[in-house]
T-cell receptor, first 113, second 111 residues
Framework: DVKVTQSSRYLVKRTGEKVFLECVQD?????MFWYRQDPGLGLRLIYF???????EKGDIPEGYSVSREKKERFSLILESASTNQTSMYLC????????????FGPGTRLTVL | EDQVTQSPEALRLQEGESSSLNCSYT??????LFWYRQDPGKGPEFLFT???AGEEKEKERLKATLTKKESFLHITAPKPEDSATYLC????????????FGTGTRLQVTL
C-alpha cells in the first residue's frame, strides 16, 4: 500500500510567518506534488517535482516555494504567510510510468491569522 | 485549456437508490481520467483510472465508465458509508504528470 504522510493535520500561523509543510512517501515514487483545495475551486496545483532537486511551477506558485533534497520528502514553504493562504494543503506522489495514478496524503488544514 | 465539470454539485440518495454522477471534460488528448473519493477533512482516496472510450471499471457498488466527452460513476444500491465527495480529474497527453480536477459531487446517502 502506498503511504503518503504529512507533518501536521492542523496548523495555525500568524501573518508574515515563514511556514514549512512537509510530506513523506514510502514507495520510492519519483514524482511528488503540492495542491491546495478551497471550496468551489477544487484542487489546484502549486508545485511539483519530477525527481530529487527538480521542481516545476504549477498553476498557482505565487507566494510559495518548494524543496526536494531527498526522494521521499517534498517540502512546501510559505515565505511570508498571508490570510489568503488559509486552505487545505494536499501532498501527492506518483511513480513515473503508464498508470499515472497520484496518491494523496491526509492533508494539512492551515489557518493564517 | 483543459476543463472538468462535475454534476450535480450535491446529491442526496436513500439507501438502495441507485444513481450516477457525471464528469464532463475538455482536454487536448486524454491520457487518463481518474476518480477519487474524499471524506470530510481527509485527502482524496484513489478509486479508478480510465484510459480510453468504452472502458469500464468496477469496485464493490461503484462502476466507472468513459466516453470521448464524459465519464459516469454509477452507484448501485448505495449505503450510508458511500457518503463522500467524489472527484474527477483528467490528465492530458504531453502534460507530464499534471492533473486537472473538477470541483466534485457531494453525495449523501441516508437510511
Amino acid at each position: 500500500d502506498v503511504k503518503v504522510t504529512q507533518s501536521s493535520r492542523y496548523l495555525v500561523k500568524r501573518t508574515g510567518e515563514k511556514v514549512f509543510l512537509e510530506c513523506v512517501q514510502d514507495m520510492d515514487h519519483e514524482n511528488m506534488f503540492w495542491y491546495r483545495q478551497d471550496p468551489g475551486l477544487g484542487l489546484r496545483l502549486i508545485y511539483f517535482s519530477y525527481d530529487v532537486k527538480m521542481k516545476e511551477k504549477g498553476d498557482i506558485p505565487e507566494g510559495y516555494s518548494v524543496s526536494r533534497e531527498k526522494k521521499e520528502r517534498f517540502s512546501l514553504i510559505l515565505e511570508s504567510a498571508s490570510t489568503n493562504q488559509t486552505s487545505m494543503y494536499l501532498c501527492a506522489s506518483r511513480r513515473t510510468g503508464y498508470t499515472d495514478t497520484q496518491y494523496f496524503g491526509p492533508g494539512t488544514r492551515l489557518t493564517v491569522l | 485549456e483543459d476543463q472538468v465539470t462535475q454534476s450535480p454539485e450535491a446529491l442526496r440518495l436513500q439507501e438502495g437508490e441507485s444513481s450516477s454522477l457525471n464528469c464532463s471534460y475538455t482536454v487536448s488528448g486524454l491520457r487518463g481520467l481518474f476518480w477519487y473519493r474524499q471524506d470530510p477533512g481527509k485527502g482524496p482516496e484513489f478509486l479508478f483510472t480510465l484510459y480510453s472510450a468504452g472502458e469500464e471499471k468496477e469496485k464493490e457498488r461503484l462502476k466507472a465508465t468513459l466516453t470521448k466527452k464524459e465519464s459516469f460513476l454509477h452507484i448501485t444500491a448505495p449505503k450510508p458509508e458511500d457518503s463522500a465527495t467524489y472527484l474527477c480529474a483528467v490528465q492530458a497527453a504531453g502534460t507530464a504528470s499534471k492533473l486537472t480536477f473538477g470541483t466534485g459531487t457531494r453525495l449523501q446517502v441516508t437510511l
